[in-house]
DNA sequence: TTGTACGCGTTATCAA
DNA sequence: TTGATAACGCGTACAA
């Protein structure tokens, strides 16, 4: 591995002198620097990063964590981040914990410990105090998920307000009996879901019915059997919002099975907007956020954060997005 | 930031007995580890991984490149590689190229300027030459896609061999009109995956017709318009075989649109056994890949060459799974 | 315009 | 069992 003492030998110069023109700073003749980058060339060095980094204290990476990869909602959201990214000339690295706290743990200390300028959780099993810690010791903010803390600021759209405005919408089509497939986990955003669908039914003086709340785990098949259990034991209903559109889709394919028709009589609401919605057939209403703008925001909120400035939560606007499931009859 | 002399400080010891106690190495009086320990813990330090790693010239850090996250073949493969390096100690960390050229020749530069130990390389623009180059400052290995290379090692399944398979199987369901559904880029299981297609027609006889040859961008949307534009033409066939799951599905889409029985009518195949063969109606026939087992594959070979041992190229069994698009009758 | 020398934070070597 | 000190490779005051 050539160093840079061993272009400056080559070219006849100090290893000073290499390092300003490497850096493109500062005055060097250009007979010098057309003399090092030649050396460079000719011995084929390439700068080690590690001792680059030392020294500046700044690496240029930030990382994403998130828990699984098969999630087309994230990727969107992290090609956001990415394209912001880039303009500030950073570069982001993608870390998937598999929902494993160990794993976050790994991933959090090679921020904490210099490897990366900070981080960008989009899902995690941290707790706010966990959070908080880290916020403490180096640059974090959340996106699209978050926990509440002071220190750890978030961009996410109003979770609430959506699950109420896809909800209006299915009692607007005049449906009553509305069941809740939600996910029994500790999202923020799986709680306040539930919290809009219920706003929404008291809005409208629609008594809440425990037997219309169901629950999924985000996937298809899952949802599948959920609803099959729905049928089999005679809950009648005349409207499903799911919190994903995997499990919109689930539930409608148990429905078809069992030749209750779509919307006729059960209209269909997921949430996300992937690309499952316009797939499935009939194609899915749902819940459209803005996910490109969610990353670079995102990036910019951490940016911030590298460059010690304060930065406030951030709620972006959500889109309800009409197709077939709902079409009003 | 706390450094280890402050450890060193705090514990009234030599900064090379906190770096023994730190790394748990050889005999220190357990009276001292004590203080040590505790040292840390009431300042809260945390190593400096640059520093470390600068002097141990390693970061137990691997690279994973790929193309796009929205790949579910992949996140499999991705998540084989995760369990093997586990068990080695190292860590895993994610780059979407987004397919520019910059951004992977950003990616290798990270590893061959020492912020990670090697790279395993899923899909890229690399040529044969620049893969070649890169392997020759450091350890990298290809999975799944490859360009042949002496020194770049690789782990897939043999492609033509799984196309003649599945495409031989629709000639035994009687099918003599087989289209065949590529990508015109210059990935290796594309190329491959034709010759095979290939192999099964000449072995039957069927001669080779140019009508039934198009071309997807592996997307669902896109291959709908390919099969719409081929009905339209009027261009007779009685079985499709599509190079990916998702053009399979857009491919039935478009049949049933035009009421085209599947598999009465046209039998379909697929490649790779992603969600949507099973999710899809009528379930569709593909090829399976050993998804786990070569992502554990691609980093044996990675270990192999960060230790300087020697990697052979290695050929997994790929499985036809037969469901109800190909169902015989 | 260039070179010398120090420091970034760590581990490894050697001597005590 | 411990400590002093030399690396690791780089950037940058400061001096020339």
Request: with cysteine.
């Amino acid at each position: 591995m050539k160093r840079i003492k061993d272009v400056a030998k080559e070219a006849g110069v100090s290893v000073a002198t290499v390092s300003r023109v490497l850096n493109g700073s500062d005055a060097v003749k250009v007979e010098t620097q057309r003399k090092v980058k030649e050396a460079v060339r000719r011995i084929g060095y390439s700068p080690n990063l590690l001792g680059r980094n030392l020294r500046q204290n700044k690496t240029g990476i930030i990382l994403v964590m998130l828990s699984t990869l098969t999630n087309n909602f994230c990727s969107k959201v992290i090609h956001g981040i990415e394209l912001a990214a880039k303009k500030q000339g950073y570069n982001i690295m993608i870390c998937a914990t598999g929902d494993s706290k160990e794993s976050e743990q790994t991933y959090l200390s090679f921020v904490r410990n210099k490897m990366a300028d900070g981080i960008i959780i989009l899902n995690s099993n941290l707790t706010a105090q966990e959070m908080q810690m880290a916020s403490a010791s180096f640059p974090v903010v959340q996106c699209s998920e978050y926990v509440d803390t002071e220190r750890t600021p978030y961009v996410s759209i109003d979770n609430r307000k959506a699950a109420y405005d896809a909800t209006i919408n299915l009692i607007n089509s005049g449906r009553k009996k509305i069941v809740f497939m939600g996910v029994e986990n500790n999202l923020v955003s799986s709680n306040l879901r539930f919290l809009g669908y219920r706003d929404a039914l008291d809005e409208a003086n629609i008594p809440f019915d425990e037997n219309l709340i169901v629950y999924g785990n985000y996937g298809y098949r899952n949802a599948m059997r959920v609803t099959e259990k729905l049928i089999q034991n005679n809950v009648s209903f005349d409207a499903l919002f799911a919190i994903s559109d995997r499990m919109a889709a689930g539930a409608m394919t148990a429905l078809k099975k069992h030749d209750i028709k779509i919307p006729d009589d059960v209209c269909v609401t997921g949430f996300d907007n992937t690309d499952i919605t316009y797939l499935f057939e009939p194609s899915i209403s749902t819940v459209s956020q803005p996910q490109i703008e969610m990353g670079e925001t995102a990036f910019q909120l951490l940016l911030a954060r590298i460059e010690e400035e304060t930065a406030e939560n951030i709620i972006l606007q959500h889109k309800i997005i009409l197709r077939d499931s709902t079409k009003n009859i």
